[in-house]
């Protein structure tokens, strides 16, 4: 799991405080102005804001979502897109019906806030331009970028002294100043706490040109790709420029594309061209027999000794002959063991019999004057395959990620950043794959299954080994039948029984889980999954690798211990040193490990012994 803390990939108080304060002071000034005397305004620019988002295909080169965030996709997938395929929601901008009535309370807060500060008179209608986009919790909310009061009225940019909280929390621009010290550093990032503190805005940034009031600033440019940041840094102009960091726009069937929203009072009009859904889709009743009827002599005991091996607990004996105990599993650390571990992995399916094939990418190959400590490090995916009978239908995947996390507490008190063990997070996934090619092996499935390992879930390599794989996927028109993700899956606490299915928002997804659910009642009776759809505030998909998955269309479920944000996300353990083998439930991991398999059985069309 890749967050960091509750509040998942956010700024730390003390900078995010001075961040908050500085449009304050800002807003003050311009309402004082107001009060003298109508502002000059600045020329409106032509077109909406999403003009500005010249990537045509962001999606081939999927940026972290900590160096900007991704967009909303409407109509049709990436997935949809790069296949060709016809949209599930045939080409339409269909959003929850829960959004609209959010997005109301929003524009309400907005609203009164305008009227307090006699901006606006509570008689007057007034224009918004916004998009959909997802909160640091994976939930859909809005982005408000400016407004005004008629169409010959001139933008005017909101702030954080113009909105109400709500939750989901709705985004607005935020304001830096490069020529500030501390906004200089949180815009291109501070080369000495690997993005702990300072997640850059640099890739969320809509320049504007710096003038006498930032509220009517001309926008220039936006939404630069991080690779273009090292340059910026060093523009000679950068002192004529200010930087709203603000989300990239929506798409629609791939196009940037923005709303213009209008209130009155409490009522808003809303863009005909939306169509609001119901919420979620409910999981469907299947009735599969079982494939799996009897489990390899020491199951158990190897799954066990896997984890041991992997949480570096015990040592192993590389293909090299060398004795090592992985001790070192986060990609920002120099030192880190990962080529090692994909090493030990290949040698383990070898000796299984089990093909293998390596994804080879870099990270951090910036100039070494970039924000970050650069040091160039070649990355892996490791993929095994076990062959289907059909070579035409798309594989099942199955993956885990083998890096391991920041202990947070360490980074946070003492700024060191050490990586944590991760017997639970994410060892255990990492064995279940193992068992998995054990047991499937020599099945014959009908659909091939590839058995993945992926690089850099967790921070600040930031679901690293997935965009790599997601952008390829897409690159060349690959489909999959869909993901089964399995992320922490040892730890059970007082509420043993209970595991979490948590699916993508498109039917496929909703069928994997669904297999899933009767995988459960049949392989463990005494187990109790709890089905989270896309958009339950308790699902946990957008912290995995899966959130990749989900949001360029491809059908995915997570497999995962009861664990979100509301239960148990700060356990001891969890992104801690602590986070050893002797946190584990064993015979939970065990029979959520066979509930994997047998649910990947059914989906591959594994043929019964």
Not at 201 to 230: H, K
Not at 383 to 395: C, D, S
Not at 559 to 578: K, Q
Request: glycine letters at 6%; hydrophobic letters at 40%; one cysteine or more.
């Amino acid at each position: 799991m890749s967050t960091r803390s509750s509040s998942s990939r956010s700024r730390s108080t003390s900078t995010l405080a001075i961040l908050l304060i500085l449009p304050l002071l800002i807003a003050l000034v311009v309402q004082g102005s107001a009060s003298a005397g109508k502002p000059a305004p600045a020329p409106a620019p032509a077109g909406s804001l999403a003009d500005l988002a010249t990537e045509p295909a962001p999606w081939l080169d999927l940026e972290a979502n900590s160096l900007q965030r991704s967009p909303t996709y409407l109509g049709s997938t990436p997935r949809e897109l790069a296949l060709r395929l016809k949209p599930v929601d045939g080409g339409l901008p269909k959003l929850p019906a829960t959004l609209k009535d959010l997005g109301a309370l929003q524009l309400k807060g907005i609203y009164q806030s305008l009227v307090a500060k006699k901006w606006i008179t509570s008689k007057q209608t007034i224009t918004v331009e916004s998009w959909p986009m997802r909160d640091d919790r994976g939930r859909l909310t809005w982005a408000f970028a400016r407004w005004r009061a008629s169409s010959t009225a001139p933008w005017r940019w909101l702030s954080w002294a113009d909105i109400q909280n709500t939750d989901p929390n709705t985004f607005v621009p935020d304001l830096y100043d490069p020529t500030v010290p501390s906004d200089y550093e949180g815009i291109f990032g501070n080369p000495d706490d690997y993005g702990w503190y300072t997640e850059p805005a640099f890739g969320n940034c809509i320049w504007v040109q710096r003038g006498s009031d930032p509220a009517y600033a001309t926008p220039i440019r936006a939404w630069l790709r991080w690779s273009e940041s090292v340059a910026y840094s060093q523009r000679s102009d950068l002192d004529q420029q200010l930087c709203l960091a603000f989300p990239p726009p929506a798409r629609l069937n791939g196009n940037p594309v923005s709303y213009q929203l209008k209130i009155k009072g409490v009522s808003v009009t809303w863009p005909r061209s939306l169509v609001w859904t119901s919420d979620t889709l409910a999981p469907e009743t299947v009735d599969g027999s079982v494939i799996i009827d009897s489990w390899p002599e020491g199951f158990a005991e190897r799954y066990r000794a896997d984890v041991l091996a992997l949480d570096g607990e015990a040592p192993v004996v590389l293909p090299d002959g060398r004795e090592v105990s992985f001790t070192v599993k986060n990609n920002a650390l120099p030192d880190n063991q990962l080529v090692d571990v994909f090493s030990y992995l290949e040698a383990r399916y070898e000796e299984l019999g089990v093909t293998t094939w390596r994804q080879d990418f870099p990270w951090r190959d910036t100039p070494a004057a970039g924000p970050y400590p650069v040091v160039p490090q070649p990355q892996t995916n490791l993929i095994a395959e076990i062959p289907g009978t059909n070579p035409k239908l798309p594989p099942l995947l199955v993956a885990d990620h083998v890096d391991t996390a920041f202990d947070e507490v360490l980074a946070v008190t003492k700024g060191i950043y050490s990586a944590v063990p991760g017997a639970d997070d994410n060892a255990t996934a990492t064995s279940a794959l193992l068992r998995m090619a054990e047991v499937l092996k020599d099945r014959k499935p009908v659909r091939s299954i590839w058995l993945i390992h992926f690089t850099g879930e967790e921070f600040p390599a930031d679901d690293l080994g997935a965009r790599a794989f997601v952008s390829d996927l897409l690159g060349d028109r690959q489909e999959i039948y869909g993901l089964v993700l399995l992320d922490m899956i040892g730890f059970a606490g007082q509420n043993q029984p209970q595991f979490q299915l948590s699916a993508g928002k498109d039917p496929t997804s909703v069928h994997i889980a669904s297999v899933a659910l009767d995988v459960s009642g049949d392989i463990e009776p005494d187990l109790m999954p709890l089905f989270r759809s896309r958009y339950d505030d308790r699902s946990y998909l957008f912290n995995t690798d899966g959130i990749i998955f989900s949001e360029n269309g491809y059908p995915v479920v997570l497999i995962n211990e009861l664990v979100n944000y509301y239960t148990r996300l700060l356990r001891d353990g969890y992104h801690r040193m602590s986070d050893t083998s002797d946190k584990i439930n064993f015979g939970y991991a065990v029979s959520l490990t066979k509930v994997a398999i047998e649910t990947v059985a059914r989906l591959a069309e594994v043929p019964k012994a």
